[in-house]
Structure formats: structure tokens, C-alpha cells
């Protein structure tokens, strides 16, 4: 039996649900073989058992012979041993399959999503990959799991209709014409059904992002009174997923029905001809009694391939929204050839906009729009969807450069950043090299920590839901400044904090940060008093930079921006 998780996933072929299929199948193809095999020997043993009836009938009953009835059930118990052994075994290596192609589909998406970072979030909702993590790797893995049963009741059926053919060609016929005739009247509906999954599915999605959303918004909803106007927007979004929900259930229930009814009308039909044919003499009583067994044994290699059609079409479902996933691509990658890595304190420059952030200074950027200011961080990092060559470090584009060496050197905390579940101590000090005491002590956050009961071995929940906002913010700040890069860019990292603690830590970060390139987003009086120099953003460009008081003195647009003053009032100062 395999270990899980693998070693290593491999490289999928996902260029489409059919083929990724396949590729999975390939990487696990001894433990599917091995199932195969004794889903072959187990259904096997049922579908000879008949036939071992009916001699044990006309040898033993029929003809009064003591020692061939022992004979037969002798022949019956070690049928019975092989089945039972060979059921136990393949349902081992049926449940070694499901695991195994859910462990690689959750490693194989585990990884992408490392590997895409922030593009994630921009290309798939977090519904989608929820459900690909819940029920989308169990239908890959039923598939898989299924396998082992089907291959067995392709072969005993097979090994049936030998035995009725040389019992009896015509009811061998019946058979090998009855139920593949059965399967195309199933058939029609396995197409709408996948239509209709593939609906549910996108659905289901939808609203597990919305639930996501909720539950990662609930205190702000409160706070603002939303709550009812997401309950009806919740439900009303539940009530779409229940009707689709409810439309593959109408097809699901007719092909339920289908796999009971049209194997029973099949035994009917054989049990009558074979009832004739015994009336007539033209087979024995044992016979009979074989015919009928083996009619009643042809309705699990019926339903087995029904519920394996069912299973593949679920499969292609799930594979789609993998394939989706993993086709996506970063939005920065690394260069065929990288440039040479520019000298450690190299100036930060951004020809777009004209920032120039010297090395080892504190630098801030103010603008009236937030978002602009936001934007122009993500692109000093990299960090966002459209990236561009106009960006440099030490001359050097920051696109020349392996992705790798621009997140090591340059680090970007913004308000989006999550605190992860997990050890608070470990989830500050992503690096494992740094100094969590020290950070936690220029973010003013000491006092979260005395406040916990296990300190820094607490954990944490998920989104660090049970932190106010402002503690989350800090704890943020301390985990950036933990990570020590050469340049560290900030987005409004004193925004949810009151006055007292945002001048602690504005006058703390300048002290933590000496000697290193540090670029903070803010337009608060409190921060722009602590740094080097101001940049001033408006309509995308730097049209102002200096010190927080020249620019007070000197630039009226910026003084309307910081001290929040109209117009009128600065007119009246004057």
C-alpha cells in the first residue's frame, strides 16, 4: 500500500478532463491493475456459483448421489474462500485509489496555488477552489475507486454469456444482445446529467464564495447593519444551488430506477425462456436454477456499469474545474535568461510615476485616492495583475529577475494580508530566521501577546477571526517586519489603530528600519512626521516630493490631502 501523502504529485496533463483522467489513471496504475484483478477474481467466484448450483442440483439432488453433492459443496466453500479473500483485498486497493487520486489532486492544487500566489485570488473565486478541495476530489476518487468493480463485471459478463452460450446459443444471444440494449437506453441520459452536474457545481461554487465572504465580513456587517441584506442575498443564492440541485436529482432518480427496472425486466425475460426450454426438456432442472441465478447475477454488472458511466461523468466535472486551475499561469514569471542580481541598497525606481525611493531611507506616498497609492506598492513588488519593466532596483527591471530573488528582497504588506490558522509563532516568523519579540514591540503589539494564554503558542483561527482589526493589523505589521527584507513596502499599516499606538509605531518602525529601504503608503500626519522624505502621488504621477513640513508649507494640494482641510478654510487661514 502506498504512502500518503506522495512524494511527489507529478506533472499533469491538464489540457482536458479526459486527459487528465488518464494521467492520473497512469500514476497510479499498479494499485489500479492490482484492483482490477481481484475485482476480477471476486466478481468472478459470484458469477460461476450459479453454475456450480445447478451441477451440485442435477448430480447430486437429482440424481441421489450422496458423494457428488459433497463434491459440489465442497466446490461451493472454496468459491466462497476465494470471493470473500478477494473482496477484502480489492476493497483495499479500491480505497488505495480513492486516497491516492484525491491526496494528488489536493497536492497537485496545493502546489499551483503556491506557485500562483496572488494571481490566484484574481482568476478564481475562493468557492471554487473550496469545492475542489471538498467535493470534487471525492468524485475523482470514487472513479477511481469504482474501477475495480467495473473491470470485474465487464469480465463476468463475459464469462456469463460463455456459459448460457454453451448451455444454450439462444438464451447466450439474449444476453449478448439484452444488455448492451440496456446500456444505450440508459445512454440518453448521461449527457443532460452532466450538463446539469456541471451547473450544480459552477453554483455550488458561487455560493460557497459568498458564504466565505460572509463569514470573513461578519463583524463589519454587523457594524454596519448588512446582516439582513446578505441572509436575503445567501438565500437567495441557496435557493438557485437547491433548484439546479433539484434538476440533477429528476435525472438521477429516473437512471436510479432505470438500473433497478431494466435488469429486473432482463431476468423476467431470461427466466422465462429458460422455464420454456426446461418444460421442453431442452435443458435440466439444474440448469434452469443456473439460468436464474445467473439472471439475478447480471443485475450487478448492470448496476456496476451504470454507476460507473455516473461516476465518469461526475469525474469530468471535477476534472474540468482542476484543469482550470492548474492551466492558470502567474502573472509574473521568470525570465529565460535572469539578469545579474543589482548590488545590495540599490535605489528603488518607477519610471511610471517618477518615485524614487533611495536606499536605506523611509519613504512615504501620499495621494488622495488610497487605491492609487495601493496600486503603485503592488507594482513596486510585483505583486500586481499587470506587470511592466518600468520598475527598477538598482537600474535592474525588476521583470529581469527571478521572481524568487524580487519577493526575497522586496517584501509587500498591504490590507489584504491574512493571518493564517495555525501557531501565532510560526505564522509571524515565516522565515524562521527572524527576531518576533523585536517585531512585535515596534508594532506595539506586546499587549496582544500578554493578552493571549498561551502567548506566542496560540492559535490562531482562520483569517485570525478572533483578533479585533486592529490587532490583526498589527500582528500583520509584525510579521512583515519579522521577514527583514531589504526593502519592506507598506500599504496603511497604521490605519485601524488609534493615535497613541499609530505614533509609538511610527516612531518604533523608523528605529526598527534603519539603514534599510523601507516605503510606507499612509497620509496620516502622525507617520509622515517620522520619515526621511514624502512623495506625492496625483493623477499617476510623483508631482511633489521633500519633507513632511516642506510640503505642508509649500504644496496646497498636499496640505488639503494630509490635514484633510476644504478649500474655504485653508483660504480663511491665509
Known sequence: MRHLPLDHPGTADHRSPGRFLLWMAKGQWHTLALGMFFGIVWMSSQAVLPAVIGRAIDRGVAARDGSELLKWA???????????????????????????????????????????????????????????GTSDLSHLGQVMDVSARFAGAVVSFLLVSVILLSTSVTLGLVVLVGVPLLMLLVGPLLSPLQERSATQRHLMGELSNTASDIVGGLRVLRGIGGEQVFHDRYRRESQTVRRAGVEVAK???????????????????????????????????????????????????????????????????????????????PDVVDPEVPAASPPPGSDLLDARTGLHVRAGRLTAVVSEQPDESAALADRLGLCAAVVDDEVTLGGVPLTSLRRAEVRDRIVVSDTGAILFSGRLGDRLDTTGTGT????????????????????????????????????????????????????????????????????????????????????????????????????????????????????????????????????DEMEAVR
Open 436 to 567: 518576533v519579540a523585536q517585531a512585535l514591540d515596534t508594532a506595539s503589539a506586546d499587549d496582544i501577546l500578554v493578552a493571549l494564554p498561551d502567548g506566542l503558542d496560540t492559535l490562531v483561527a482562520e483569517r485570525g477571526r478572533t483578533f479585533s482589526g486592529g490587532q490583526r493589523q498589527r500582528l500583520v505589521l509584525a510579521r512583515a517586519l519579522t521577514a527583514d527584507p531589504e526593502v519592506l513596502v507598506l500599504v496603511e499599516p497604521t490605519s485601524a489603530v488609534d493615535a497613541h499606538t499609530e505614533a509609538r509605531i511610527a516612531f518604533r518602525l523608523r528605529a526598527h528600519r534603519a539603514g534599510r529601504t523601507t516605503v510606507v503608503t499612509t497620509s496620516s500626519p502622525l507617520m509622515l512626521d517620522a520619515v526621511d522624505e514624502v512623495a506625492f502621488l496625483r493623477d499617476g504621477r510623483i508631482v511633489a516630493a521633500g519633507t513632511h513640513g516642506d510640503l505642508l508649507a509649500t504644496d496646497p494640494d498636499y496640505r488639503m490631502v494630509v490635514t484633510r482641510e476644504s478649500a
Open 251 to 329: 435525472l438521477q432518480s429516473v437512471l436510479d430506477a432505470l438500473q433497478v427496472f431494466l435488469p429486473g425486466v432482463f431476468v423476467v425475460l431470461v427466466v422465462w425462456l429458460g422455464a420454456r426450454y426446461a418444460v421442453e426438456g431442452r435443458i435440466t432442472p439444474g440448469e434452469l436454477v443456473a439460468f436464474y441465478g445467473y439472471s439475478a447475477f447480471l443485475m450487478i454488472p448492470l448496476r456496476t456499469a451504470t454507476e460507473y458511466a455516473n461516476k465518469i461523468i461526475r469525474a469530468r466535472v471535477a476534472a474540468r474545474r482542476v484543469c482550470r486551475v492548474l492551466a492558470l499561469t
Open 74 to 132: 465442497t466446490v461451493m466453500f472454496a468459491i466462497g474462500l476465494v470471493q470473500a479473500v478477494s473482496g477484502i483485498i480489492r476493497h483495499r486497493f479500491a480505497v488505495t485509489n480513492w486516497l491516492t487520486a484525491a491526496y494528488r489532486t489536493v497536492q497537485l492544487v496545493g502546489r499551483q496555488t503556491v506557485h500562483l500566489g496572488g494571481t490566484l485570488p484574481r482568476k478564481v473565486s475562493t468557492g471554487e477552489v473550496v469545492a475542489i
